[in-house]
T-cell receptor, first 111, second 110 residues
């Protein structure tokens, strides 16, 4: 069963704008991870946030985690056309990285 | 350093045929996974392994078998392929943190 659910399903913005994607999940977790997938390619890990962390940054990425609301958000600042991809959140409930993925958000960044 | 390599990249099967997907990783990772990705469904875990000689079922294991005879290899087998197994299959490896994915194997069952 799907654990994480991303919102929105699709997002279209202009270069330079910020993109925010949200993820909700159902059960307690060890950590939550975000991945990126370019069309026809494998998934690439972006960032991991542990259940005892509230916010994490990596370059233009900012991830927040609210365990009380069972939700996370991914913010991409100053988007570029190269950020066009699908973004997935994934939860680790077991600690063995047997991740449960959401259905993803398709981000389109127009020049 | 190739990371995670999947073979073959594309395959077309007829219903009832069998085949094996091979995953190889050169990062000395203990854990390996097989996922399938279908349109609108995200990724779903088929089987995984926490070490050489061990395997465990994931969310959607029916119709698949796996083996981890060597630490660097994780094989996914389809004994009797069905059209419902048409999908893109991804292998991944990890050290109990982030997953490193292969580029995928696109399987079509006619």
């Amino acid at each position: 069963s799907q654990q994480g659910e991303e919102d929105p399903q699709a997002l279209s913005i202009q270069e330079g704008e910020n993109a925010t994607m949200n993820c909700s999940y159902k059960t307690s977790i060890n950590n939550l991870q975000w991945y990126r997938q370019n069309s026809g390619r494998g998934l690439v890990h972006l960032i991991l946030i542990r259940s005892n962390e509230r916010e994490k940054h990596s370059g233009r990425l900012r991830v927040t985690l609210d365990t009380s609301k069972k939700s996370s958000s991914l913010l991409i600042t100053a988007s570029r056309a190269a950020d066009t991809a699908s973004y997935f959140c994934a939860t680790d409930e077991t600690g063995y990285s047997t991740l449960t993925f959401g259905k993803g958000t398709m981000l389109l960044v127009s020049p | 350093n190739a990371g995670v390599t999947q073979t073959p990249k594309f395959r077309v099967l007829k219903t009832g045929q069998s085949m094996t997907l091979l995953c190889a990783q050169d990062m000395n990772h203990e854990y390996m996974y097989w996922y399938r990705q279908d349109p609108g469904m995200g990724l779903r875990l088929i089987h995984y392994s926490v070490g050489e000689g061990t395997t465990a079922k994931g969310e959607v294991p029916d119709g698949y078998n796996v083996s981890r005879l060597k630490k660097q290899n994780f094989l996914l087998g389809l004994e009797s392929a069905a059209p419902s197994q048409t999908s893109v299959y991804f292998c991944a490896s990890s050290t109990r943190g982030e997953l490193f994915f292969g580029e995928g194997s696109r399987l079509t069952v006619l």
